[in-house]
Nanobody
Framework: QVQLVESGGGSVQAGGSLRLSCAASGSTLSSYCMGWFRQAPGKEPEGVAQIASAGSTTYADSVKGRFTISKDNAKNTLYLQVSSLKPEDTGMYYC???????????????????RGQGTQVTVSS
């Protein structure tokens, strides 16, 4: 059983940066697709970024050029560097993973077998 634990969230001012981490245990994730999605209060969850087992990445249009997803297979950890933050980036950020190819954003949000409890990001103007 894979367990995912996010960390690194916090409160920052617009324009600031954070580095979110997702530590995995229970299995090596080198063959997994891993991703991040977020949910703001009262809104539907939104896919943010994914990284395939081979390292290819996908980003939502809303975060392209500002967010960077990466992973360290040796540490079994997924990262999301979030920069040039905007108030609309506020929300709970979740990591998710599945053993196989990456899917669509809706698959990431609703169908990936493993997900963490989330880390809160709050951006003030």
């Amino acid at each position: 059983q894979v367990q995912l634990v996010e960390s690194g969230g916090g409160s920052v001012q617009a324009g600031g940066s954070l580095r979110l981490s997702c530590a995995a245990s229970g299995s090596t994730l080198s063959s997994y697709c891993m991703g991040w999605f977020r949910q703001a209060p009262g809104k539907e969850p939104e896919g943010v970024a994914q990284i395939a087992s081979a390292g290819s990445t996908t980003y939502a249009d809303s975060v392209k050029g500002r967010f960077t997803i990466s992973k360290d297979n040796a540490k079994n950890t997924l990262y999301l560097q979030v920069s040039s933050l905007k108030p609309e980036d506020t929300g709970m950020y979740y990591c998710a993973a599945r053993n196989g190819p990456c899917g669509s954003w809706s698959v990431l949000i609703y169908r990936y077998k493993y997900r963490g409890q989330g880390t809160q990001v709050t951006v003030s103007s």
